[in-house]
């Protein structure tokens, strides 16, 4: 298979054009710097070129089956200083790009945007359904180019994949980045500075070597994607299981959050489970208690009136809300009670019509996005999940962690693993509303046979045992790597 990746001659490039040998792949780089001797030495191609000419592109990519784009304005400093210059490189250029794909008719497109799309974190840790709110030049241009190219997918028919990258690290990156400088200081002996009050943090990848499953439950990827039409749908599933088995089996190492993302990934992939390693999300961490302890807002949450079932999540069908409401109505039947669903998404309109066909809009209330979703847990009756998937989902561990009695689906593959089997909170088959509802029913009639989470259970998601893991996890690559030097 022949790829060709733009931006090759950079940091990030060379260990993605480094990762395509190694699976066995031709690799054509496309830059306007020159390529390493390594890289050359190897058998990589080089194409010079700049992402400003349609003509030298589609040279470049005659014959390709895949590109993966890494090219165009990355220095954050320059884009602050010539945000058109960034624009130019970052948006005109991707779409440069996306032009010349469909002139050769190239497969797929895999687009390398960043996790600065997101700006400041409304809530931790960060997923894909996280508001996008760039706040500085180099974001808003990747943001509006993987926008863009997003279109050529959905109108153009060109199989797009966008990755949302930490910053990267590791070996030859440049020298005024905070890690080479934090790295060089402490070799040396010297202070190292540290700007703010300490407590900020940033997203990084290391040196693209290290894979963590962006989105972990990979054989589920059909139902998460919010693409209008099925084909489009498929083709971009498609396109992240190809990227998947590319490039997985060319990582010293895949973490991915639970077990069962672990099992779907070996069997997608062809990855012995020895090689997956299990992470799971820090979720526990100390801000969340003094958050909770936070004022409840919501008034039915807040008063003596009937107990408050509370659904928590982005309003998309893959978390399946229409369930939840059907059980509401169900439980309704037997008993007062009110359901509130933290969450905002393309789903809002038609749960809302959706509990008015059930009779029981009155007692169903949809307030949108909050950020501090803690106070509400604390005073809810029960929580209830009912996703058709979820590798880990977060808002189970607060709950445990926080005391809340649980409802939740049977689901591939979080909620299992997470409730240890049902001990920990209530277990119903994906889809069924009756099920909740007498799962509901059992927990506010103080008839379900679940109890607290042990401590010693909760610890494996916590922050300080999540930090842990992955430092040993890299200590281990770097020794091993050492080693083979």
């Known amino acids: 298979m022949k790829m060709v990746v733009t931006g ?13 040998l190694e699976a066995g792949h031709e690799c054509v780089v496309f830059d306007a710097a020159g390529i390493p001797r390594e890289l050359a030495d190897r058998g990589v191609r080089q194409e010079v070129g700049s992402l400003s000419s349609i003509e030298e592109l589609r040279r470049a990519f005659r014959g390709a089956d ?18 058109w210059l960034a624009a130019e490189s970052n948006v005109l250029g991707s779409a440069n790009v996306a032009e010349a ?60 994949v966008a990755l949302r990258l930490g910053t990267a690290y590791g070996t030859g990156m440049r020298a005024n980045s905070v890690f080479s400088v934090f790295i060089t200081r402490a070799l040396r002996g010297e202070a190292i500075t540290v700007s703010g009050d300490g407590r900020q943090h940033r997203q990084f990848t290391h040196g693209v070597r290290t894979l963590v499953s962006v989105r972990s439950m990979l054989s589920g990827q059909q139902e998460v994607v919010d693409f209008r039409w099925p084909l489009v749908r498929c083709i971009h599933a498609h396109g992240v299981r190809f990227l998947a088995r590319c490039c997985y089996p060319c990582a010293d190492g895949v973490v991915t959050v639970s077990d069962g993302a672990a099992s779907d990934i070996a069997h997608l992939t062809g990855l012995p489970l020895s090689r997956i390693t299990v992470i799971r999300n820090p979720v526990i961490r100390p801000q969340l208690f003094s958050r909770a302890a936070e004022r409840v807002t919501h008034p039915w949450l807040a008063g003596d009136g009937p107990p408050v079932i509370l659904g928590v999540g982005r309003l998309h069908r893959i978390k399946d809300f229409a369930t939840l409401i059907k059980a509401f109505s169900l439980v309704r039947r037997q008993r007062e009670a009110r359901l509130v669903i933290l969450g905002d998404g393309p789903e809002r309109n038609s749960l809302l019509q959706f509990a008015r066909e059930r009779g029981v809009a009155a007692d169903v209330d949809l307030p949108g996005f909050t950020g501090n ?21 977060g808002v189970l561990i607060e709950a445990l962690a926080l005391g809340i009695p649980i409802v939740a689906t049977d689901c591939p593959s979080g909620p299992r693993e997470i409730l240890r089997g049902g001990r920990y909170g209530e277990l119903a088959p994906v889809g069924d509303a009756a099920g909740v509802a007498a799962a509901i029913l059992r927990v506010l009639d103080g008839r379900s046979a679940a109890g607290a989470a042990d ?31």
């Open 8 to 20: 090759g001659a950079g940091f990030v490039g060379r260990h993605v054009a480094a990762a395509v």
């Open 66 to 83: 895949v590109v993966l784009h890494l090219a165009g304005v990355g220095d954050v400093y320059l884009a602050a200083e010539k945000p």
């Open 373 to 393: 979703p803690y106070p509400a847990m604390r005073a809810a009756a029960v929580l209830a999940l009912t996703s058709r998937f979820d590798a880990l989902p």
């Open 101 to 160: 794909c469909l002139a050769e008719g190239v497969g797929r497109l895999i687009y390398a945007s960043t996790w600065e799309v997101y700006g400041h974190p409304v809530y931790e840790p960060l997923d894909e359904q996280h508001p996008t709110n760039p706040d500085h030049p180099y974001n808003v241009t990747k943001l509006a180019g993987e926008q863009l190219l997003m279109t050529y997918d959905a109108l153009r028919g060109l199989s797009v």
């Open 455 to 485: 401590p010693e259970w909760l610890d494996q998601f916590r922050e300080e045992t999540a930090m842990y893991r992955y430092l040993q996890l890299l200590a281990d690559d770097a020794e091993r790597v050492a080693g083979e030097e």
